[in-house]
């Protein structure tokens, strides 16, 4: 079995993990911080915004299970890729939406798809997801790692978090595990 790796930024870690977890085909799911130039980013520090990482999480999956594509289908129904630097209530530039690829079928795959959203006038407003291959990737201190699993009644996680799984559960049944 090869597996592949992709690391998406789509707002809070924690949210994007929540979803992935679910996904049929996604091997291992992992909150991290990148393309920033930040060595060994700390959360105290990406949340200033002064390092140019972003909250992402990086997602080994088997592309005999799961596409490239259907893995970025999830990724722009569960947030919002036309909203500069922000998801919701989190501002700055670690919230901003983006795709980081490890080979150049993703970066053909995403940037197919960026086309089309873009020609289709997808979501009534442009696509501001970057598209950039994967650099400094830093893996999230532990208490980030499965923060949604572990603390499913905390009040972010109930708000913001939840609601993108269930959306997930209902527009990609197919995709669940």
């Given at each position: 079995m090869t597996l592949s790796t992709i690391v998406l930024g789509?707002?809070?870690?924690?949210?994007?993990?929540?979803v992935y977890k679910e996904v049929r085909g996604v091997t291992d799911v992992e909150s991290g911080y990148?393309?920033?130039?930040?060595?060994?980013?700390?959360y105290?520090?990406?949340?200033?915004?002064?390092?140019?990482?972003?909250?992402?999480?990086?997602?080994?999956?088997?592309?005999?299970?799961?596409?490239?594509?259907?893995?970025l289908e999830i990724f722009f129904?569960?947030?919002d890729p036309t909203t500069l630097n922000r998801q919701g209530n989190d501002v700055g530039t670690q919230y901003r939406s983006g795709i980081y690829f490890t080979n150049d079928e993703q970066k053909q795959t995403a940037q197919a798809l960026l086309d089309e959203l873009a020609?289709?006038?997808a979501f009534g407003r442009p696509v501001v997801t970057e598209?950039?291959?994967?650099e400094n990737y830093w893996p999230a201190e532990d208490y980030h790692q499965d923060f949604f699993e572990r603390n499913p009644h905390q009040g972010y996680?109930?708000?913001?978090?939840?609601?993108?799984?269930?959306?997930?559960?209902?527009?990609?049944?197919?995709?669940?595990?």
């Amino acid at each position: 079995m090869t597996l592949s790796t992709i690391v998406l930024g789509g707002g809070c870690f924690w949210c994007t993990e929540s979803v992935y977890k679910e996904v049929r085909g996604v091997t291992d799911v992992e909150s991290g911080y990148s393309n920033g130039q930040a060595e060994r980013p700390s959360y105290e520090g990406v949340c200033t915004g002064r390092t140019g990482c972003n909250e992402v999480v990086k997602l080994e999956y088997n592309p005999a299970v799961i596409s490239t594509r259907e893995i970025l289908e999830i990724f722009f129904v569960i947030h919002d890729p036309t909203t500069l630097n922000r998801q919701g209530n989190d501002v700055g530039t670690q919230y901003r939406s983006g795709i980081y690829f490890t080979n150049d079928e993703q970066k053909q795959t995403a940037q197919a798809l960026l086309d089309e959203l873009a020609h289709d006038n997808a979501f009534g407003r442009p696509v501001v997801t970057e598209l950039v291959p994967l650099e400094n990737y830093w893996p999230a201190e532990d208490y980030h790692q499965d923060f949604f699993e572990r603390n499913p009644h905390q009040g972010y996680c109930m708000a913001v978090a939840a609601p993108k799984v269930a959306k997930f559960r209902k527009t990609f049944a197919r995709l669940a595990k």
